[in-house]
């Protein structure tokens, strides 16, 4: 069974331009959180989608998008990168919103240059 | 607005217990959890209390209490694999599954 899965593992931008991430859940899972951890921090809340909607969100600018796809895959997109931008993004699933326990995946690491 | 507060280091050796504490200020929330990474790694669940108590799954234990704003994670029978960094997490009212994270509290297990 596999687990969450996370794409690319690590990806080099430069400031300005735009990044997609992608992440496909756990078998059986419906909702998709995406975390941002700068170097040193605990994950911080992006987002939530669940039922291809946005159901919640965290402090973040509109600069963070995201979608979710009729096979419960998620993306993440990040506009206009700043060099702060540069963190490990990661991705959480499980069954429904309501749980106890989110399974994340390995994480993308993105650096702004 | 909700935080959380751990140590950022523990040191203990091979075969000792240690506790990892988390205090918290909300203004309600679902439960505390416990989630280890090791580095570059993904976070990997450890326990999880939505009742004040204690919790235990094998070698790590979880307490909470609510009164006091507080939890810990206890780790007994310290192995060198448990080096990592262990985070509590709030689980927003509602349990809609959104996370709020510590800083993190960095476990260096030596011989």
């Known amino acids: 069974d596999a687990g969450v899965t996370q794409s690319p593992t690590h990806l080099i931008k430069t400031r300005g331009q735009q990044v997609t991430l992608r992440c496909s859940p756990k078998?059986?899972?419906?909702?998709v959180s995406w975390y941002q951890q700068a170097l040193g921090q605990g994950p911080q809340f992006i987002f939530q989608y669940y039922e291809e909607e946005e159901r919640q969100r965290g402090n973040f600018p509109d600069r963070f998008s995201g979608h979710q796809f009729p096979n419960y895959s998620s993306e993440l997109n990040v506009n206009a990168l700043l060099l702060g931008d540069s963190a490990l993004y990661l991705c959480?699933?499980?069954?429904?919103?309501?749980?106890?326990?989110?399974?994340f995946g390995q994480g993308t690491r993105l650096t702004v240059v | 607005g909700q935080s959380l507060e751990q140590p950022s280091e523990v040191t203990a050796v091979e075969g000792a217990i240690v506790q990892i504490n988390c205090t918290y200020q909300?203004?309600?929330?679902?439960?505390l959890s416990w989630y280890q990474q090791h580095d570059g790694g993904a976070p990997t669940f450890l326990s999880y209390?939505?009742?004040?108590g204690l919790e235990e799954t094998g070698r790590f234990s979880s307490f909470l209490s609510r009164s006091d704003s507080y939890g810990y994670l206890l780790l007994q029978e310290l192995q060198m694999k448990d080096s990592a960094s262990y985070f509590c997490?709030?689980?927003?009212?509602?349990?809609?599954?959104?996370?709020?994270f510590g800083q993190g509290t960095t476990l260096q297990v030596k011989p």
């Open positions: 078998s059986g899972h419906d909702t």
């Open positions: 909300t203004s309600g929330f679902y439960g």
């Open positions: 959480a699933s499980s069954w429904r919103t309501v749980n106890t326990e989110a399974f």
């Open positions: 997490a709030l689980h927003g009212s509602g349990n809609t599954g959104k996370l709020i």
């Open positions: 209390n939505a009742l004040d």
